[in-house]
């Protein structure tokens, strides 16, 4: 038996064209005059694929993101919002934004009066430590209770950026350092979600994340652009970038059939399709999952529109599903590749891996050999030790 659930969305979907973010081009041009950027591999699961009836299984590997020590997605996020930011403070037009501009002096003692603060599971944190380095910032980090202390000390690494475990749940931790960055006349909050009056700075970080379609649609041909979207959702961020980048990328024909994947015990979207009120819906309490950068309870308020216009359905996984999936890619049968894929950058595989035996679930997906499916890895062993224990 696989501990897993998928309904199909309750909601009307969106079938006429999308528009287009003018900042998804100027996250784009950025990324191309930034020297040490690199599109990551998308690897194709050949074996797997065949085993398992299906026609193309094709994962973006985001654990291989800019520098060996991020080995996480959240990094094309922060670091072009927090380049904008930047930006404007020097009067910047953002249309025409490059990485040496903000490396001029004058910019450079701009930047160095500005100080970032967030609150993260430790992705997003440990991106905003690293571009905070890289553009001559600083940043403060704020992580909710349970947090582990090597997760804490991989942000730390970066600029000796300011690292605290609170004792407090993730939405509350977000709070938080949004009452410091307002109680500091230099601070900005540089938060992966939205809410009532905070929108722009979340907006610029989802045109980050759009670098990964833009990578994806440059390699692949048009015939093998995917039938099927699978996305991990914490807030929404990710999925709803992902999505507006793709959708008003590709003619309405091509687009895929999205799935949005999240933890069974804090699963906020999945909570909101099943309350089918068009509202977003807060997961209560402080819940518990190994896939710790999807502990998230409330859906972005820039996120939740977009997901709940796109996505055909919303699925579920237990921790079990999420380890047997982090298993068998790293080891995998036949030639496929070894991919390295921590406890939340797994959810969409590990979905996949269990709904593929689940005949219902093929079927409600419409899984054939003639799927050509897409994943992202949105993580590697960002937790080394902990990645070691789950896999042996």
């Not at 992580?143 to 804490?152: D, Q, Y």
């Not at 970066?158 to 500091?184: G, P, R």
């Not at 895929?256 to 009120?277: G, H, N, R």
């Not at 820039?302 to 982090?326: C, H, N, Q, R």
Request: proline residues 5%; charged residues 15%.
């Amino acid at each position: 038996m696989t501990n897993i659930q998928l309904i199909k969305s309750p909601f009307s979907l969106l079938d006429k064209e999308f528009p287009n973010d003018p900042l998804i081009n100027i996250a784009t041009n950025f990324y191309q005059s930034v020297p040490f950027y690199r599109p990551t591999p998308l690897v194709e699961l050949k074996h797997f694929a065949h085993k398992n009836n299906l026609g193309k299984v094709y994962i973006k590997d985001e654990a291989q993101r800019f520098d060996s020590r991020l080995k996480a997605f959240k990094a094309t996020g922060g670091f072009f919002a927090m380049a904008c930011c930047i930006a404007k403070r020097a009067g910047l037009p953002l249309n025409k934004l490059t990485y040496q501009q903000l490396q001029s002096p004058t910019v450079k003692n701009i930047a160095n009066t500005l100080t970032f603060y967030t609150a993260t599971d430790g992705n997003h944190g440990r991106g905003i430590a690293w571009a905070a380095a890289k553009l001559g910032t600083h940043s403060v980090i704020k992580m909710p209770a349970g947090s582990t202390k090597l997760r804490a000390k991989h942000i730390a690494q970066f600029n000796n950026s300011q690292v605290e475990i609170t004792d407090k749940n993730y939405d509350d931790t977000v709070q938080y350092a949004n009452k410091l960055a307002q109680n500091d006349p230099h601070g900005i909050l540089i938060q992966d979600m939205a809410w009532q009056d905070y929108t722009e700075i979340p907006q610029e970080i989802s045109a980050g994340y759009s670098i990964i379609v833009t990578e994806i649609l440059d390699q692949l041909t048009k015939n093998n652009y995917p039938t099927h979207l699978f996305l991990q959702a914490g807030v929404g961020q990710l999925s709803s970038g992902i999505i507006n980048a793709l959708f008003s990328s590709l003619p309405i024909n091509y687009r895929p059939t999205v799935i949005i994947v999240e933890p069974s015990t804090v699963a906020c979207y999945f909570l909101s399709a099943q309350k089918a009120d068009g509202k977003a819906h807060t997961v209560s309490g402080s819940p518990k999952t190994i896939m710790a950068g999807l502990n998230c309870q409330t859906p972005s308020s820039i996120s939740f529109p977009i997901i709940k216009e796109t996505a055909s359905f919303y699925g579920t996984l237990t921790d079990d599903v999420a380890i047997a999936g982090m298993r068998t890619l790293a080891y995998p049968d036949g030639s496929d590749p070894v991919i390295v894929s921590g406890e939340s950058g797994v959810a969409s595989f590990a979905f996949l891996n269990a709904a593929v035996h689940n005949l219902k679930y093929r079927q409600l997906l419409n899984l054939d050999s003639s799927s050509r499916i897409l994943i992202i890895n949105t993580e590697g062993d960002t937790d080394e030790h902990d990645y070691q224990e789950i896999i042996k």
